[in-house]
């Protein structure tokens, strides 16, 4: 079974007075892969409702183009 270098939380969280290096760049990396992940969900549902609201606008105008218009 292996040893661990840290007998407790609190000094594995210190990591020998590194603590707020190892973390903050953990937190920065975590933070830097989320986005990585989530930016191409949001561009493809961005471009979905344009198109749709590009569709929706084209069957309006063929809608209105297609009604007889009133003449006196």
């Excluded at 561009?43 to 309006?60: D, M, P, S, T, V």
Aim: aromatic residues 10%; glycine residues 2%.
């Amino acid at each position: 079974m292996p040893k661990f270098k840290f007998s407790s939380i609190a000094e594995f969280a210190a990591m020998d007075g590194h603590g707020i290096y190892v973390w903050s760049c953990t937190v920065i990396a975590l933070v830097i892969l989320t986005a990585l992940l989530l930016h191409p969900l949001w561009l493809q549902k961005n471009q979905k409702r344009k198109i749709a609201q590009q569709l929706a606008l084209k069957q309006y105008q063929q809608q209105r183009h297609k009604r007889p218009t009133v003449t006196e």
